[in-house]
């Protein structure tokens, strides 16, 4: 950590002799800020309210609109490899839930009876089930990723971070925009907005998008019926929005969000033996078949807001629901039917304001959630040879949170200290009926019902210094936890036990600056996480079964750095680098320890991309943008054991626009895209399946964008 702490005082002293007390020119979105020649100001509300990035004493990366355009992100799983420290790739058994890790904590398996390491929000309101979040979210206007335990400001409490989809919000004059996109594998997308005002006081907004592709890899099977392409999609997402400013004090926002997923689940092909395609497999004679997958999610989201003057008080309400069926075939080696089907509701209550002068600051909540579940695996391995299982569960959790925000009276107000306290209480209940194995014949008609509570109380301590108005330093001491829980792959006597909560205790140092009359703007972080507790997955006998064991310690060390740099009038430059260091310090089963044996998964030692942009003046024709990035990462494992190892990569990505067009009305873009832009065949999970198989990244994606807006 002395690393951040060394480079504090080098930046430091590249600070202009001015800075101290001097008033900083802000580029402001939509302005030519050619002469001033300083990178825009990045707001965020990472910590419920407003706030530039740079003053915000936490590991956060937010992506703004016209990133999220550049860069074609619509979901979670868009996000891998756009930020530091997070890696994801599509679940084994389902590509619309991914496995996500933040600093190497996360899971490879996603059930409706255990809770993920990250907590992933669409305005304000956790998505309690990672299935489905290949679906797309309308509207969106930034993402903000928070790196590290959050809690004191959140409605779930998780060990590894959060995502915060944020989308736009009804606005007092009307806009429409209409996008069109066709591409290769026959890629064709349409995106329309449009924000009426129904009154004075009342806004609208409704956004709609549809999209589809055919699959990237052949399904070859012609016998059988409701037959997919790998890879294939069919979206859709609705978002309805209303806004009405009741009073002066208090405003009402209501939105209604709907995205229906139909696709072909992700193909897996066998990399060892004499049968093993040569790279990149892009058809498959697939004899047991894959049908059509579908998943439906909807959503209900009433904000209020009032404004008491020194503070705002906000309750978010909302109830969300899940159906997914999906259809996974495993390399040939057997098929998958899973159904799940999920209902949560969830209050939460906020007080955000000052206090004595605005000399503290503070955010209180209440939080409550409650979640239905019912889920149904059916694996078929050949005619008599098949395992079927459910799982019917409920959970509660409820927790009061907050922190305070003190600026001390010394130091010229440079200093604040930061207090964070968080209550937990978690109930889960959950009941397994063993339908149909021909691998356990014994378990055939079980049921075991199983039932836990927990309990956390979870601290957290920051100190931030601002050594010029442009260069600033935090130190943070923070501790997360994930509850406990019941694995639905586990044998008849592992269900019931389930397994505990899991628990971190995080340390960081971090400095963000804007140099060179912000022109440069350099952010690191280093960090240290301990977890105790740790859940991990180990697979019994017969195979088919697994269960969710308190086995391990580990530890996670790592640097972030994040760089965006004018380079000259209209040239842009972003760099992000991460390196991670994970190691268990235990991993014990069934009293013998495996640490030596085992890998910290989807924790590659070096991160990171670099892009560059262009942007040209006015011309008669439009203002030309040209972007140009390069994303990679090591190699890493796929899950805890040696054979799960995957090589690293690295893809290039480019976006030529020509912005501005002026129509009879309004204004046109028009740009040309490609992802994996020099074709690279390169693999993004390994797993065991009884043979070695492989999940390939997708080939070169190509399209062009036509976007009107009024």
Same mark, same amino acid.
């Given at each position: 950590?002395?690393?951040?702490?060394?480079?504090?005082?080098?930046?430091?002293?590249?600070?202009?002799?001015?800075?101290?007390?001097?008033?900083?020119?802000?580029?402001?979105?939509?302005? +030519?800020?050619?002469?001033?020649?300083?990178?825009?100001?990045?707001?965020?509300?990472?910590?419920?309210?407003?706030?530039?990035?740079?003053?915000?004493?936490?590991?956060?990366?937010?992506?703004?609109?016209?990133?999220?355009?550049?860069?074609?992100?619509?979901?979670?799983?868009?996000?891998?490899?756009?930020?530091?420290?997070?890696?994801?790739?599509?679940?084994?058994?389902?590509?619309?839930?991914?496995?996500?890790?933040? @600093?190497?904590?996360?899971?490879?398996?996603?059930?409706?009876?255990?809770?993920?390491?990250?907590?992933?929000?669409? +305005?304000?309101?956790?998505?309690?089930?990672?299935?489905?979040?290949?679906?797309?979210?309308?509207?969106?206007?930034?993402?903000?990723?928070?790196?590290?335990?959050?809690?004191?400001?959140?409605?779930?409490?998780?060990?590894?971070?959060?995502?915060?989809?944020?989308?736009?919000?009804?606005?007092?004059?009307?806009?429409?925009?209409?996008?069109?996109?066709?591409?290769?594998?026959? %890629?064709?997308?349409?995106?329309?907005?449009?924000?009426?005002?129904?009154?004075?006081?009342?806004?609208?907004?409704?956004?709609?998008?549809?999209?589809?592709?055919?699959?990237?890899?052949?399904?070859?099977?012609?016998?059988?019926?409701?037959?997919?392409?790998?890879?294939? +999609?069919?979206?859709?997402?609705?978002?309805?929005?209303?806004?009405?400013?009741?009073?002066?004090?208090?405003?009402?926002?209501?939105?209604?969000?709907?995205?229906?997923?139909?696709?072909?689940?992700?193909?897996?092909?066998?990399?060892?033996?004499?049968?093993?395609?040569?790279?990149?497999?892009?058809?498959?004679?697939?004899?047991?078949?894959?049908?059509?997958?579908?998943?439906?999610?909807?959503?209900?989201?009433?904000?209020?807001?009032?404004?008491?003057?020194?503070?705002?008080?906000?309750?978010?309400?909302?109830?969300?629901?899940?159906?997914?069926?999906?259809?996974?075939?495993?390399?040939?080696?057997?098929?998958?039917?899973?159904? !799940?089907?999920? &209902?949560?509701?969830?209050?939460?209550?906020?007080?955000?304001? &000052?206090?004595?002068?605005? @000399?503290?600051?503070?955010?209180?909540?209440?939080?409550?959630?409650?979640?239905?579940?019912?889920?149904?695996?059916?694996?078929?391995?050949?005619?008599?040879?098949?395992?079927?299982?459910?799982?019917?569960?409920?959970?509660?959790?409820?927790?009061?949170?907050?922190?305070?925000?003190?600026?001390?009276?010394?130091?010229?107000?440079?200093?604040?200290?930061?207090?964070?306290?968080?209550?937990?209480?978690?109930?889960?209940?959950?009941?397994?009926?063993?339908?149909?194995?021909?691998?356990?014949?014994?378990?055939?008609?079980?049921?075991?019902?199983?039932?836990?509570?927990?309990?956390?109380?979870?601290?957290?301590?920051?100190?931030?210094?601002?050594?010029?108005?442009?260069?600033?330093?935090?130190?943070?001491?923070?501790?997360?936890?994930?509850?406990?829980?019941?694995?639905?792959?586990?044998?008849?006597?592992?269900?019931?036990?389930?397994?505990?909560? !899991?628990?971190?205790?995080?340390?960081?140092?971090?400095?963000?600056?804007?140099?060179? +009359?912000?022109?440069?703007?350099?952010?690191? =972080?280093?960090?240290?996480?301990?977890?105790?507790?740790?859940?991990?997955?180990?697979?019994?006998?017969?195979?088919?079964?697994?269960?969710?064991?308190?086995?391990?310690?580990?530890?996670?060390?790592?640097?972030?750095?994040?760089?965006?740099?004018?380079?000259?009038?209209?040239?842009?430059?972003?760099?992000?680098?991460?390196?991670?260091?994970?190691?268990?310090?235990?991993?014990?089963?069934?009293?013998?320890? %495996?640490?030596?044996?085992?890998?910290?998964?989807?924790?590659?030692?070096?991160?990171?991309?670099?892009?560059?942009?262009? =942007?040209?003046?006015?011309?008669?024709?439009?203002?030309?943008?040209?972007?140009?990035?390069?994303?990679?990462?090591? !190699?890493?494992?796929?899950?805890?054991?040696?054979?799960?190892?995957?090589?690293?990569?690295?893809?290039?990505?480019?976006?030529?626009?020509?912005?501005?067009?002026?129509?009879?009305?309004?204004?046109?873009?028009?740009?040309?895209?490609?992802?994996?832009?020099?074709?690279?065949?390169?693999?993004?999970?390994?797993?065991?399946?009884?043979?070695?198989?492989?999940?390939?990244?997708?080939?070169?994606?190509?399209? %062009?964008? %036509?976007?009107?807006?009024?």
């Amino acid at each position: 950590m002395t690393l951040v702490m060394a480079l504090a005082t080098a930046i430091a002293g590249m600070a202009p002799t001015h800075a101290l007390g001097a008033t900083a020119n802000k580029a402001v979105p939509g302005v +030519d800020m050619s002469s001033t020649m300083a990178l825009e100001e990045i707001i965020v509300t990472a910590e419920k309210r407003e706030e530039s990035l740079q003053k915000v004493p936490i590991a956060v990366s937010a992506i703004s609109t016209r990133e999220l355009e550049n860069l074609r992100v619509a979901n979670v799983m868009d996000m891998m490899n756009k930020v530091p420290s997070v890696n994801l790739v599509p679940f084994t058994g389902n590509r619309a839930a991914p496995n996500l890790f933040i @600093r190497g904590m996360g899971g490879t398996d996603t059930q409706t009876t255990k809770d993920g390491a990250t907590g992933i929000y669409v +305005d304000g309101v956790l998505v309690g089930r990672g299935t489905g979040l290949a679906a797309d979210v309308a509207d969106l206007e930034r993402v903000e990723v928070l790196r590290g335990p959050q809690g004191t400001l959140y409605g779930r409490n998780t060990s590894a971070g959060a995502i915060n989809f944020i989308t736009r919000k009804p606005e007092k004059d009307f806009s429409f925009e209409q996008q069109l996109t066709v591409g290769n594998y026959d %890629l064709f997308a349409s995106r329309t907005k449009v924000n009426v005002p129904l009154a004075e006081n009342l806004y609208t907004r409704f956004s709609y998008m549809r999209s589809s592709n055919d699959g990237w890899v052949k399904n070859n099977n012609a016998t059988l019926s409701n037959q997919a392409d790998f890879n294939e +999609d069919e979206k859709e997402a609705m978002k309805l929005a209303f806004r009405l400013l009741a009073t002066d004090k208090l405003t009402v926002d209501y939105s209604l969000d709907s995205s229906k997923l139909d696709y072909g689940n992700l193909s897996y092909q066998i990399i060892q033996g004499a049968t093993a395609p040569n790279g990149r497999q892009m058809s498959a004679p697939v004899v047991k078949g894959l049908p059509l997958s579908k998943a439906n999610i909807s959503g209900h989201n009433l904000t209020l807001s009032w404004d008491l003057g020194t503070a705002v008080l906000k309750s978010i309400t909302a109830y969300r629901k899940l159906d997914s069926e999906s259809y996974q075939n495993y390399a040939d080696i057997f098929t998958q039917l899973r159904l !799940e089907n999920q &209902d949560q509701v969830s209050q939460e209550f906020q007080l955000v304001g &000052d206090a004595f002068g605005k @000399r503290v600051s503070y955010v209180a909540g209440l939080f409550y959630y409650k979640e239905e579940s019912d889920e149904l695996s059916t694996s078929t391995y050949n005619p008599t040879l098949a395992d079927a299982w459910s799982v019917k569960a409920t959970s509660k959790s409820t927790a009061l949170y907050g922190q305070a925000t003190w600026k001390l009276p010394i130091l010229d107000d440079r200093l604040r200290l930061t207090l964070g306290v968080r209550e937990t209480h978690d109930e889960r209940e959950a009941v397994k009926t063993f339908i149909a194995s021909n691998f356990s014949p014994s378990s055939n008609g079980t049921i075991v019902p199983g039932n836990k509570s927990f309990s956390k109380f979870n601290p957290s301590l920051t100190a931030d210094y601002a050594f010029t108005d442009d260069i600033s330093g935090y130190a943070k001491i923070a501790t997360g936890y994930r509850a406990g829980g019941f694995n639905v792959r586990s044998t008849p006597s592992g269900f019931g036990q389930g397994f505990n909560q !899991e628990n971190v205790r995080a340390y960081e140092l971090g400095v963000k600056s804007d140099l060179l +009359d912000k022109r440069l703007r350099l952010n690191v =972080a280093t960090f240290v996480n301990r977890y105790s507790d740790l859940q991990v997955d180990q697979v019994r006998t017969p195979p088919i079964f697994t269960d969710t064991l308190n086995a391990g310690k580990a530890e996670v060390k790592g640097v972030e750095v994040e760089v965006t740099a004018l380079l000259a009038q209209g040239l842009t430059a972003n760099v992000f680098y991460s390196y991670l260091d994970g190691k268990y310090k235990s991993y014990l089963d069934n009293g013998v320890e %495996l640490a030596d044996s085992k890998h910290m998964p989807f924790t590659p030692k070096n991160q990171g991309g670099a892009g560059l942009q262009y =942007a040209s003046g006015m011309t008669p024709y439009g203002k030309l943008i040209v972007n140009l990035d390069y994303k990679w990462q090591d !190699e890493w494992y796929s899950g805890p054991n040696a054979n799960t190892l995957t090589d690293g990569y690295g893809v290039w990505n480019a976006r030529v626009q020509l912005a501005n067009i002026r129509a009879a009305q309004g204004t046109v873009r028009v740009a040309l895209w490609s992802k994996n832009l020099t074709d690279r065949q390169y693999r993004i999970a390994t797993t065991n399946l009884g043979l070695l198989s492989a999940q390939y990244g997708e080939p070169r994606m190509t399209g %062009l964008d %036509l976007i009107y807006e009024y």
